[in-house]
């Protein structure tokens, strides 16, 4: 018993306490900041860019297929291009994730996320999810599981992962959808309570990512069934979610 009281005053509290301003490295890779006067329009950066998210007529991004991988960034030499470290990049649209010069940090999150008055009557002290990993590489889902781990606790939140998508109030699906999993994620979808909630995570769910042209990918679920939430990212940072999913049920 005292070992663990000497422990606990050692090492403190370890969450973070404010998770809406949570500090993060300068390094981390978040909401483009684009300046059109500086592109030279040629066309570079759009070659380099692997996930083909770039056009330069005029300067944009769509976050929805970036990787976030700073190629575009390293490339251009006029700076263009710059990654900042904002990491609230959820949204309730895809064509809120096209970032072109205009957006800002603050203009961008201000807009975001439209919550609706249904979702924070139902949901905003508790809100249970099934997560889906549909063909993913794994990384988006290790960054989930951190999302509940000691530093970042989103259970403090009422937002948790759970075995059975019976016992879910919506579903986190993650992977750009392969044909294996398109059967099991339409099943785990219905076997899901009403009302539910549906978030896309990550790139591959968003747009396929790296696997968008493959044939081996049955993304009609994404045509089929309305998605509440999109959220960037590869992967997705703990950060990024959490603070999605709290704008979206209990935005202040």
């Given at each position: 018993?005292?070992?663990?009281?000497?422990?606990?005053?050692?090492?403190?509290?370890?969450?973070?306490?404010?998770?809406?301003n949570?500090?993060?490295?300068?390094q981390?890779?978040?909401?483009?900041?684009?300046?059109?006067?500086?592109c030279?329009k040629?066309?570079?950066?759009?070659?380099?860019?692997?996930?083909?998210?770039?056009?330069?007529?005029?300067?944009?991004?769509?976050?929805?297929?970036?990787?976030?991988?700073?190629?575009?960034?390293?490339?251009?030499?006029n700076k263009?291009?710059?990654?900042?470290?904002?990491?609230?990049?959820?949204?309730?649209?895809l064509?809120?994730?096209?970032?072109t010069?205009?957006?800002?940090?603050?203009?961008?999150?201000?807009k975001?996320?439209?919550?609706?008055k249904?979702?924070?009557?139902?949901?905003?002290?508790?809100?249970?999810?099934?997560?889906?990993?549909?063909?993913?590489?794994?990384?988006?889902?290790?960054?989930?599981?951190?999302?509940?781990?000691a530093?970042?606790d989103?259970?403090?939140?009422?937002?948790?992962?759970?075995?059975?998508?019976?016992?879910?109030?919506?579903?986190?699906?993650?992977?750009?959808?392969?044909?294996?999993?398109?059967?099991?994620?339409e099943?785990?979808?219905?076997?899901?309570?009403?009302?539910?909630?549906?978030?896309?995570?990550?790139?591959?769910?968003?747009?396929?990512?790296?696997?968008?042209d493959?044939?081996?990918?049955?993304?009609e679920?994404?045509?089929?069934?309305?998605?509440?939430?999109?959220?960037?990212?590869?992967?997705?940072?703990?950060?990024?979610?959490?603070n999605?999913?709290?704008?979206?049920?209990?935005?202040?």
């Amino acid at each position: 018993m005292f070992d663990t009281l000497k422990m606990k005053l050692w090492q403190k509290n370890q969450f973070i306490p404010d998770i809406k301003n949570a500090p993060i490295r300068e390094q981390f890779r978040g909401l483009p900041k684009l300046d059109d006067s500086k592109c030279e329009k040629c066309g570079g950066c759009a070659n380099v860019c692997p996930m083909g998210a770039l056009s330069v007529n005029p300067l944009k991004i769509d976050l929805a297929k970036c990787s976030l991988c700073g190629a575009c960034q390293r490339f251009c030499k006029n700076k263009a291009i710059e990654f900042t470290n904002y990491y609230k990049l959820g949204v309730d649209s895809l064509e809120k994730l096209i970032i072109t010069q205009e957006i800002t940090p603050e203009n961008y999150h201000k807009k975001a996320i439209e919550v609706r008055k249904e979702i924070c009557g139902i949901f905003n002290r508790s809100i249970k999810f099934r997560q889906v990993s549909a063909g993913g590489c794994n990384g988006c889902e290790m960054e989930l599981n951190a999302a509940g781990n000691a530093n970042f606790d989103m259970g403090r939140f009422g937002i948790d992962f759970v075995a059975s998508p019976r016992h879910a109030d919506g579903i986190v699906v993650t992977g750009p959808i392969s044909k294996n999993m398109a059967y099991a994620l339409e099943d785990c979808y219905k076997s899901t309570p009403n009302p539910k909630v549906v978030v896309l995570c990550g790139t591959c769910a968003l747009s396929g990512g790296v696997f968008k042209d493959s044939m081996e990918l049955n993304r009609e679920f994404i045509k089929k069934y309305h998605i509440d939430l999109f959220i960037p990212g590869c992967p997705t940072h703990p950060l990024t979610f959490i603070n999605a999913i709290l704008d979206f049920i209990r935005k202040k």
